[in-house]
């Protein structure tokens, strides 16, 4: 394996989504959640916050000090959801915001609001704690979606001066130091990629490097008065985090990495600096590392959901197979942030590998963390409930509804992309782009019903006949994969994972494909022991869910026969559409009994036939029990 | 239903207890457990408390504030513990600490030792948190104790000194007043009987009234500033929890009481109160509540070990049916306090239904939260762990330790009662007793191998013919039940669930009990959702467990069939003693394979036999996976 970019992500108003599954999810965005989030931003504090620093107006800081991050990452998905086309209440608030932004500013770049209004002289005190850095890189994201999505580069200059400032504080002759919550690195590194800044990659490369290296960085701030004042948690459980390292990430350098541990979104976070920073660097140790750390997460760490991180106590890892259901934690933001590393990881390798793994998590894991009608949230996604769990318009630490709105908002990005000379497919998202292959101008029209159907067409129109390649992921879960290449005997190649076809475009040549979706019962290794005698159903990319709702009692009672009929239908007026599957199997009788234990055999059982619905639709219908992991076999 | 005694419990210099079982329990008591706890009174400043109240030393308060009630609830166990015969070390550390007691105690009879070292203006102002009710109660439990065992009255004179200034303070026409926690009433009632004060039960008997009425009497105390820095929780959660009530059973008048609800051992301690003052009464509408609260208790919301209240939260109830087995919060005290209430409520009624309940806990339940050596505790009985659960010697909130301590050193006022005419059998302790039938003197003696077998003698020698009752109860395990007395062909008469031996008996009379005691497998209601697809060993009082020392794997792996062969076989050199119970099954095949999730079906089974211990014995090993409710049917 070689770390090199094998294609580019293609910028969003190159691509016209339109698509039955994301274009609901992308108009929920552009017509609720960006405006629901900001008035969030704004019954919050976290704008006035800006204010304040800005000297606009009089207060204390208000809520957590990270809380700058989620004006970020709002104006991030807000930036996206401006790519799909105009809308003028959203640019009136990302003008606005960007305003307050400029504004509280300091004359030398710094811009932490929570720092500028309580502690103006402990900035940069506390970099394991206080997640300043993390906060700037949040800023550098907003930047560059802002400047892909608009042309704009008001956002771009707050971030270059606010990195000149880190910069001139922080490097290889300067001071040791690397934020305690990673975010940082990547959006260094996506800053400096964007504008042609190599030095911003460098720092950021070197944040990475020094990470985990002994004595840890931190440990300085552990004696410094001042960095202890600001401390949010008691003194000593800080000083043994600091110790172990392992809760974000510190605990070895990168390239001595294996198992994937601590919390789950400051893994992914790091992670997909490092992979970006292995590109063309022939760095054989930090690719070794990462593979290590990919494959312990995504083979032995994940949920069938592409949740990850089981622990509430870290809000991350813990050991191989322990993967609770009633009290998964697997964050919105950890899988999100999965999604980010995977596809980074993808653009590396062209591994479909890695597109599996995004796939799991962007039609399941992550998705589930956002209602349908897109202001209610989760900031854990269980994969069972006994109607305990309920989603929330928004949260005190509320990194997770601006976090899933910037994924739906640059869903393309995951889904396909564009080298010199082919096109890739990872997932048939049904769109059409404008982009260029071996230089001439095409238009790729890609129709599609997926995840509903494993059948879709790619239609390619360059301008004149071109040769290159279009690569079709494809996916780990399709057993009978069908081409057909307009009437023609052509016969894909395969690399990879990919089918690649190799030839001379002419206006309008189609692909034909048919992945052959078909509902599948899983069950998981007896390692996980949550799971023992349970059992899943999936069909295609999405994992499928019991609701009480559905089944008339609780999930739990029902045995699913994996031998038994099955049937899937596609309803459209229930969750704003899905394929719902009927399975049939049994259930314990109510005779009516209350007795609390009585003999085995006692209890009879009848038959019972169970409707499930996509795992990301659930708790949309009020409270309700829920489980993935169906009682079975 | 009339709630009047029916039977007392016998003094415990009175008998003699050889059994297999206990004998050896007891002995651990007066071995190990006695001289061990007390080391931890010691190191854990709970004694130097007393010598700094008593102004002999120097030096703030240790520990949490209601720390007294440890070194009570010791002193009682201590004081069962030499009633079993000499014991020169526990009767010189028992004498020395009734000293420190004693030298502590004001002038007035004031005495907690949190209160005199730290808060001496504070007293008797946050009744609602601080526990100085319930560590009195304790005191008067431990003096009762004391002169039960070895006649000596010098805790009682403390305890009445106490108990007067109580009295002078709280009463009808004095200051409304009743303990946050449960505790005083009962021990106020056990004094009174004791030493002849109907005043002190008639105090009791109001604290229990007063109870519930509305306002609640600790809504004074939310505005008291003095009570509300001595608050050791936010002042919000207390207010809202004093609103509701239900924590410390505060939420409705006794007679209004429906379901169990709040902490579990206040609960217990509340009822054991309420059961005994409702005595002879006539008192038609306690008895009601009282019956709707046991009934909710046992049958919907007990563990089939005799654990009760599921939940962390408040360390007590939640609903019908929620019974959890990996978290089970089932406190060693609230099985203690069960085994309380039950034979309180036994003792009223005369009902074995009350005893089979006693007799779960007291198998299974509560001695589970000690160690087979005597110094190790479980604060919490879970009925499922994967070797997180591990015992402890010492808790900072140490309750558990010495409550499980007094039980076993009383055990026999569980097993046995008297009455004018009746001996009462409600479980076959192997013992002698002394005692009077119809005024001769009588020797019974009991030969028992409970809980190994279900037969045992029990031999009648009055010192002359004497007619007379010899009450055994028939256990709601026993499905078949003979009796057979000297050949005869006397049958018994059966009332309440126990069989009645009405007659003349003469010396050496010999009833002749066989329970026939088998292995059998029980499920739980499909309403507990927690035990679907599960079933339950037990063999006659005992519940049963499987724990991966025997299974070689984790007991998750195990899928009982229970129409499988099961054999059961004593093991003296395993865990002290143990009747084992190997049953068979299946288990998933380890095939090696690390993937993650599979097809359904594509991991094989094979045949698989297990060896069951009992509940009370796990976790005596070392670290260790646990399970009550394996998989089967």
Not at 235 to 264: F, L, S, W
Request: charged share 25%; aromatic share 10%; hydrophobic share 35%.
């Amino acid at each position: 394996m070689s770390f090199q970019t094998r294609f580019e992500t293609i910028p969003l108003p190159q691509v016209k989504v339109n698509d039955r599954f994301w274009s609901k999810w992308i108009e929920t965005l552009r017509n609720t959640t960006i405006k629901a989030e900001y008035d969030q931003l704004v019954s919050t504090g976290r704008l006035a916050n800006f204010k304040r620093a800005a000297k606009q107006e009089e207060g204390d800081f208000e809520g957590l000090y990270f809380n700058d991050s989620d004006v970020y990452k709002w104006l991030e998905a807000a930036a996206y959801a401006l790519a799909y086309g105009p809308h003028k209440e959203t640019e009136k608030l990302i003008d606005e915001v960007i305003g307050l932004i400029e504004a509280a500013q300091e004359q030398d770049g710094y811009l932490n609001t929570f720092f500028q209004i309580r502690h103006p002289q402990a900035k940069w005190r506390n970099l394991y704690m206080m997640h300043e850095m993390y906060c700037a890189g949040h800023l550098y994201e907003a930047a560059v979606a802002h400047h892909e999505a608009t042309g704009s580069k008001r956002l771009i200059d707050v971030a270059v001066k606010n990195a000149d400032h880190i910069a001139s504080i922080f490097g290889p002759d300067k001071r040791r130091g690397y934020c305690g919550h990673e975010e940082i690195e990547l959006a260094l590194i996506k800053l400096g990629k964007a504008i042609n800044r190599p030095d911003y990659v460098e720092l950021a490369k070197w944040m990475v490097e020094e990470r985990g290296k002994k004595p840890s960085a931190y440990e300085a701030e552990l004696k410094d008065e001042v960095a202890r004042k600001l401390n949010p948690w008691d003194d000593k459980d800080i000083e043994e985090n600091v110790k172990d390292g392992k809760y974000c990430q510190d605990h070895a350098p990168i390239r001595e990495h294996t198992d994937i541990v601590g919390h789950a979104v400051r893994a992914m976070y790091l992670y997909i600096a490092a992979t970006t920073i292995a590109d063309g660097a022939n760095d054989e140790a930090l690719e070794k590392s990462l593979v290590r750390v990919w494959d312990n997460l995504t083979k032995y760490r994940m949920y069938i959901t592409g949740g990850i991180g089981p622990a509430a106590s870290n809000e991350g890892f813990t050991t191989d197979f322990d993967l609770p259901n009633r009290s998964a934690y697997a964050e919105t933001c950890a899988s999100v942030g999965l999604v980010l590393w995977g596809s980074k990881y993808l653009q590396m390798t062209g591994n479909s590998d890695y597109a599996d793994v995004v796939e799991k998590a962007l039609f399941n894991g992550t998705i589930s963390g956002i209602s349908l009608s897109g202001d209610g949230f989760f900031y854990c996604n269980r994969l069972e409930s006994r109607g305990e769990h309920q989603r929330v318009p928004w949260m005190t630490c509320a990194c997770c509804p601006p976090n899933i709105a910037r994924m739906i908002g640059s869903v393309s990005h995951y889904c396909l992309g564009v080298s010199q000379s082919d096109l890739w497919i990872h997932i048939p998202l049904g769109c059409t782009i404008d982009t260029t292959i071996n230089g001439v101008k095409t238009n790729v029209e890609i129709k599609s019903d997926y995840p509903w159907s494993g059948k879709f067409e790619v239609v390619v129109t360059p301008e004149k006949p071109v040769a290159g390649g279009v690569r079709i992921r494809i996916p780990d879960w399709a057993t009978d994969v069908t081409f057909e290449i307009d009437n023609t005997d052509e016969e894909a190649d395969y690399e990879d994972g990919y089918a690649v076809f190799n030839r001379t475009w002419s206006p309008g040549d189609t692909i034909k494909a048919d992945f052959n979706m078909a509902p599948m019962w899983l069950q998981a290794n007896p390692k996980v022991l949550d799971d023992l005698g349970r059992v899943c159903l999936t069909n295609g990319p999405l994992v499928y869910c019991l609701e009480q709702k559905d089944f008339g009692k609780e999930p739990l009672l029902f045995m699913a026969d994996t031998e038994g009929e099955i049937k899937a239908a596609y309803e459209p007026n229930l969750l704003n559409g899905v394929v719902t599957i009927t399975a049939t199997g049994y259930s314990e009788k109510d005779d009516g009994s209350d007795e609390l234990y009585v003999e085995a055999g006692s209890v009879g059982q009848e038959e019972a036939s169970a409707k499930f619905v996509p795992y990301y639709s659930w708790c949309n219908r009020g409270p309700n029990s829920m489980l993935v992991w169906v009682r079975g076999l």
